[in-house]
């Protein structure tokens, strides 16, 4: 099952894309006030809108020992070019590299957020698999650390036994699943270009995914890094999205209210 704190995965979103564009949205932080859409465009001009390149650091990342890969032995053919070296048999990333496309993914998902997508953790990793349930809760968001049934994405309508809308990104703590192969969800976001962030390990292909970040996804204090790093980013682009949709409101009430004086002082005369 998918968990969140707005509920069921299928109820808490729309039939389509279209019929989304024309709704209007709801946030978790005003849960019950229906909001109009706000225009955001003017974000994308700008290199770093929400600061999130001053979160992560190489030093930062050493620390959580997001340089390990696996075994030299089994590195995939796609991430030799985020490799900085090996050492005793064991590949070790350039986390210059790895700081870079970190920083990168996490301003797409603070631009997710500033436009109320929804985004979905998809991770197979039981001993952090409340970590990540955990953090999507506290992201207001989605998460599935269970065993992926087939067709979550691509035949959503009857897995989930109503009509849903899809994520609007899927982050990927690991892209591994249980059975150390490539997670599912992987192809089947693919399959429907749903844009797809992922913690890419040595031992893994990075083809199919948007934004692949290389670094460790087994040791506990990487993914903890990971989920406190996208946590922060969602929440500042949401944060800045209340405040527009604020400052948006108040617009409207100006105008109302001198629509108003407008009317009375027609009436008057």
Same mark, same amino acid.
């Given at each position: 099952?998918?968990?969140?704190?707005?509920?069921?995965?299928?109820?808490?979103v729309?039939?389509?894309?279209?019929?989304?564009?024309?709704?209007?949205?709801s946030?978790?932080?005003?849960?019950?006030?229906?909001?109009?859409?706000?225009?955001?465009?003017?974000?994308?001009?700008?290199?770093?809108?929400?600061?999130?390149?001053?979160?992560?650091?190489?030093?930062?990342?050493?620390?959580?020992?997001?340089?390990?890969?696996?075994?030299a032995?089994?590195?995939?053919?796609?991430?030799?070019?985020?490799?900085?070296?090996?050492?005793?048999?064991?590949?070790?990333?350039?986390?210059?590299?790895s700081?870079?496309? *970190?920083?990168?993914a996490?301003?797409?998902?603070?631009?997710?957020?500033?436009?109320?997508?929804?985004?979905?953790?998809?991770?197979?990793?039981?001993?952090?698999?409340?970590?990540?349930?955990?953090?999507?809760?506290?992201?207001?968001?989605?998460?599935?650390?269970?065993?992926w049934?087939?067709?979550?994405?691509?035949?959503?309508?009857?897995?989930?036994? *109503?009509e849903?809308?899809?994520?609007?990104?899927?982050?990927?703590?690991?892209?591994?699943?249980?059975?150390?192969?490539?997670h599912?969800?992987?192809?089947?976001?693919?399959?429907?270009?749903?844009?797809?962030?992922?913690?890419?390990?040595?031992?893994?292909?990075?083809? *199919?995914?948007?934004?692949?970040?290389?670094?460790?996804?087994?040791?506990?204090?990487?993914?903890?890094?990971?989920?406190?790093?996208?946590?922060?980013?969602?929440?500042?682009?949401?944060?800045?999205?209340?405040?527009?949709?604020?400052?948006?409101?108040?617009?409207?009430?100006t105008?109302?209210?001198?629509?108003?004086?407008?009317?009375?002082?027609?009436?008057?005369?």
């Amino acid at each position: 099952m998918i968990h969140s704190v707005r509920g069921c995965f299928a109820s808490a979103v729309e039939t389509s894309t279209a019929a989304a564009n024309e709704e209007t949205s709801s946030f978790a932080d005003t849960e019950g006030t229906v909001l109009q859409d706000i225009e955001v465009d003017d974000t994308l001009n700008h290199k770093d809108f929400f600061g999130v390149r001053k979160l992560c650091t190489p030093q930062l990342l050493f620390e959580h020992k997001v340089h390990y890969g696996h075994k030299a032995t089994a590195l995939d053919p796609g991430m030799k070019q985020f490799v900085y070296g090996i050492r005793s048999n064991q590949v070790i990333f350039d986390l210059d590299i790895s700081n870079y496309h *970190m920083q990168e993914a996490l301003n797409i998902a603070a631009h997710i957020a500033l436009r109320d997508g929804i985004i979905l953790f998809v991770a197979r990793l039981p001993h952090c698999a409340n970590l990540i349930e955990s953090t999507a809760k506290e992201c207001g968001e989605f998460a599935h650390t269970r065993t992926w049934r087939m067709g979550t994405l691509t035949d959503i309508k009857s897995v989930q036994k *109503m009509e849903c809308r899809t994520p609007d990104l899927v982050i990927f703590p690991s892209t591994q699943s249980e059975f150390g192969k490539e997670h599912p969800a992987v192809h089947e976001a693919a399959k429907l270009n749903i844009p797809t962030i992922a913690i890419v390990d040595s031992n893994c292909c990075p083809d *199919m995914i948007t934004y692949p970040v290389p670094g460790n996804d087994d040791t506990p204090s990487a993914i903890q890094l990971y989920c406190d790093l996208f946590k922060e980013a969602i929440a500042r682009g949401k944060k800045e999205r209340v405040k527009r949709v604020a400052l948006l409101e108040q617009e409207i009430a100006t105008e109302e209210q001198q629509r108003q004086s407008k009317l009375s002082w027609k009436v008057v005369k």
